[in-house]
Structure formats: structure tokens, C-alpha cells
């Protein structure tokens, strides 16, 4: 069975262009989740998708970031426009709903996103 | 504020060794804690889950602990090897499915 894939796995970009990342969930996992690592920080929640609804988006930094889960399979995530303090990992991850928030998390290897 | 905190930022022991990995957290209202590893330029692999009802967890050489009560969480490397140099994290897992992380420890296993 595949994992949570991402791509690309790094993009190197200019300040105040578009990117977008794309996550590929594991098949029937309905919930999907963004995050991402600035440098040097922790691990930061963005949003959290249900299917093609979001369920939570309290982690979105601010209006340049834009997540879409169109048909609830895959998901975009994009920059636009892009700046210097964006750059880090983007991580995806998806979880089956077990109920009781019983389910695990299964992370992809993470967009590393550079801005010049 | 759910805050998370890993101890020690940074560990070298000689393989064969066991040792403990721990992990705070400031607010004991958790559904679950899950540990990963992260090897450079990789994803997050996890690693153990455990449910805020269960108290311990144990994959191979692996064994979690989680005391909600006292905030604390370990995680147990048995017979540790090179192959175990990683970067581990614990998160612990709200309510709204927010993941709050640790900052990590760096973990190297000397041959």
C-alpha cells in the first residue's frame, strides 16, 4: 500500500512567486493535515482537512497560503506570492477516522520549500 | 496553552546501550501522544501511538510510557544501534486533532 506521498520534494523559488505543493493521502484516509518547519522552530499545525471540507484551519499563517482538497482525495497547498520567512518543510499527513481521535498519523516526506 | 518539551535537545551513546528519551507536555487534556523519527532529509516515521486510556506501548526494541497525570511521556531504546541516529519527536494529539510538538532529540549512536 502507498504512503502519503508529496511533491515536489524541494522547490526553489523567488521571493513574491507562486508555488504549490501537492499531497497524494493514503487511499481512504479522510482526514488530511498540513504542517510545516521554519527553520530552527518546531513542527507547526496549518490546517486539517475532513474529506473536502476544512475542519480546521486555525493554523494558516496568513491570506498568501491557500489549501484545496478538491473531490476529498488529494490536496494543493499554495504560496502566493511568496516570502523569504516561508521557506521550511511542508508536511502532509493522513489519518483513517477511527473515531475517539484514535487514529494514527502517517506523515509524507515533507516539500522542503526555499525562497530566495 | 498546550506547551510540549523534549529532554535532552541532544543525545551520543555507544551503541549497545539503552537509554530513555523523555517528553512533557503542560496540559494533561490529550486524546493521544505519538512518537516519530526523523531521519535527515526525510519524512516523519511513526513510531508508536499511544491512546490517552493506555499507559504503555512496545514495538521490538521500542517501548513507550505515558503518565497523562504527571504530564510525561518516555521512550525506551533497548540494545541501541547505529541504525536508531535519528532525530525523535513526540506530539501529542488534541481534541481538535492539532498536533503539538516537541522540539525533538537528536540521538547518536556511536559504533
Known amino acids: 500500500e502507498a504512503g502519503v506521498t508529496q511533491f515536489p520534494s524541494h522547490s526553489v523559488i523567488e521571493k513574491g512567486q507562486t508555488v504549490t505543493l501537492r499531497c497524494d493521502p493514503i487511499s481512504g484516509h479522510d482526514n488530511l493535515y498540513w504542517y510545516r518547519r521554519v527553520m530552527g522552530k518546531e513542527i507547526k499545525f496549518l490546517l486539517h482537512?475532513?474529506?473536502?471540507?476544512?475542519?480546521?484551519e486555525s493554523g494558516m499563517p496568513n491570506n498568501r497560503f491557500l489549501a484545496e482538497r478538491t473531490g476529498g482525495t488529494y490536496s494543493t497547498l499554495k504560496v502566493q506570492p511568496a516570502e523569504l520567512e516561508d521557506s521550511g518543510v511542508y508536511f502532509c499527513?493522513?489519518?483513517?477516522?477511527?473515531?475517539?481521535?484514535?487514529?494514527?498519523?502517517?506523515f509524507g516526506e515533507g516539500s522542503r520549500l526555499t525562497v530566495l | 496553552k498546550q506547551e510540549v518539551t523534549q529532554i535532552p535537545a541532544a543525545l551520543s551513546v555507544p551503541e549497545g546501550e539503552n537509554l530513555v528519551l523523555n517528553c512533557s507536555f503542560t496540559?494533561?487534556?490529550?486524546?493521544?501522544l505519538q512518537w516519530f523519527r526523523q531521519d535527515p532529509g526525510k519524512g516523519l516515521t511513526s513510531l508508536l501511538l499511544?491512546?490517552?486510556s493506555q499507559r504503555e506501548q512496545t514495538s521490538g526494541r521500542l517501548n513507550a510510557s505515558l503518565d497523562k497525570s504527571s504530564g510525561r511521556s518516555t521512550l525506551y531504546i533497548a540494545a541501541s544501534q547505529p541504525g536508531d541516529s535519528a532525530t525523535y519527536l513526540c506530539?501529542?494529539?488534541?481534541?481538535?486533532?492539532?498536533?503539538?510538538w516537541g522540539a525533538g532529540t537528536k540521538l547518536i549512536i556511536k559504533p
Open positions: 506530539a501529542v494529539i488534541l481534541g481538535n486533532y492539532q498536533l503539538i
Open positions: 496540559d494533561s487534556a490529550i486524546y493521544n
Open positions: 499527513a493522513s489519518s483513517q477516522d477511527l473515531g475517539l481521535h484514535t487514529g494514527e498519523l502517517f
Open positions: 482537512f475532513v474529506k473536502e471540507s476544512k475542519q480546521d
Open positions: 499511544i491512546q490517552s
